[in-house]
């Protein structure tokens, strides 16, 4: 008898640990979730702060450049674990590609809602220096005002890298008759398109760039031109003539469909997983404004916001 209660205790004992932190008795496998690191702050210190959280379970992460719609086959090929910024108007063509041909899950969907869009920033309106803004059709009467030195005497608008959007915002200029005033520049990075906005208020010029929300200038102020409304069908790639704006969407996760049975906790945190506006801005911030790495700002952002995170770790959610 006195045998028979120790197995059942010993056996109480392993269901216990086997469920700490909200783990299933499934364990995790002790291969890396790989984790796709991009070229926006956001993304990158959410892929450390996503790893941490991993590595807090006992899980072994290794981290991989990857690009950004590419990043979606890599999945479904099993290179890549997950995606944990799936912008709708950017790469949601690219990820339900993916998951056609069989190999990518929707693993659900942040809080945060989604904006990419050209904008200025915030004192440009304020201080009226193109009179009408928001409104686009304020840019007819402007273009001196966002003249740079590279853009041959038009206004400039400052893109994300190429490899972002495509032609989206040129074929935009020229659908809007923009054309003959305007001329469409693409940055290197995310940090090419701060430090222009940082170069413009303390010049005081007028700087027409590419930004997104979540993202550490919501706390500054950003004014997104307000285009045409965008409709299913309006840009140029699904057969419209391109002159629409751009959609506000979700922000999803994505995942191998192997996770689940390979990395069942971890797993199962991920799919919880639900970053607000600020939270998402407040990771950012830690490098665009208080210029951290993004490791760094990653277990600064984790220690002071455990309340947020370990809930998503925990059983009986």
């Given at each position: 008898?006195?045998?028979?209660?120790?197995?059942?205790?010993?056996?109480?004992?392993?269901i216990t640990l086997a469920t700490v932190?909200?783990?299933?008795?499934?364990?995790?496998?002790?291969?890396?979730?790989?984790i796709p690191t991009h070229n926006w702050s956001s993304q990158v210190v959410m892929a450390y702060v996503i790893g941490g959280i991993f590595e807090s379970m006992g899980n072994n992460v290794e981290y991989v450049p990857a690009d950004s719609?590419?990043?979606?086959?890599?999945?479904?090929?099993?290179?890549?674990?997950?995606?944990?910024?799936v912008w709708q108007s950017s790469f949601g063509k690219?990820?339900?590609?993916?998951?056609?041909?069989?190999?990518?899950?929707?693993?659900g969907t942040h809080a945060a809602m989604t904006l990419e869009e050209m904008g200025v920033p915030q004192w440009v309106v304020d201080e009226n220096l193109c009179p009408g803004l928001?409104?686009?059709?304020?840019?007819?009467?402007?273009?001196?005002?966002?003249?740079?030195?590279?853009?041959?005497g038009k206004g400039r608008w400052l893109e994300g890298p190429q490899s972002w959007h495509g032609d989206l915002m040129p074929v935009r200029v020229d659908a809007l008759g923009?054309?003959?005033?305007?001329?469409?520049?693409?940055?290197?990075?995310?940090?090419?398109?701060?430090?222009?906005?940082?170069?413009?208020?303390?010049?005081?010029?007028?700087?027409?760039?590419?930004?997104?929300?979540?993202?550490?200038?919501?706390?500054?102020?950003?004014?997104?031109?307000?285009?045409?409304?965008?409709?299913?069908?309006?840009?140029?790639?699904?057969?419209?003539?391109?002159s629409c704006g751009s959609p506000k969407g979700w922000l999803k996760k994505a995942a191998h469909y192997q996770m689940p049975k390979r990395w069942p906790a971890a797993y199962t945190t991920f799919s919880r997983?639900?970053?607000?506006?600020?939270?998402?801005?407040?990771?950012?911030?830690?490098?665009?404004?208080?210029?951290?790495?993004h490791q760094d700002a990653a277990k600064s952002w984790l220690a002071d916001h455990e309340d947020v995170w370990k809930p998503f770790t925990q059983a009986g959610m």
């Open positions: 008898m006195k045998k028979l209660i120790n197995k059942v205790a010993a056996a109480a004992l392993t932190s909200g783990q299933s008795i499934a364990k995790d496998s002790s291969k890396p979730i790989v719609q590419a990043v979606y086959e890599s999945i479904r090929n099993g290179d890549v674990t997950i995606s944990h910024e690219s990820f339900y590609n993916a998951m056609a041909k069989g190999g990518v899950i929707d693993a928001p409104n686009w059709e304020a840019l007819k009467n402007c273009k001196d005002v966002f003249a740079t030195a590279d853009s041959g923009l054309g003959d005033d305007y001329v469409v520049k693409f940055a290197g990075g995310a940090d090419a398109l701060w430090a222009d906005l940082a170069a413009a208020k303390k010049e005081g010029r007028g700087t027409i760039i590419f930004n997104w929300t979540p993202n550490f200038t919501d706390a500054d102020g950003f004014a997104f031109i307000e285009f045409p409304e965008y409709t299913d069908g309006c840009r140029k790639a699904d057969g419209g003539d391109g997983m639900s970053f607000t506006t600020k939270d998402i801005g407040q990771m950012a911030a830690l490098v665009d404004i208080d210029k951290m790495s």
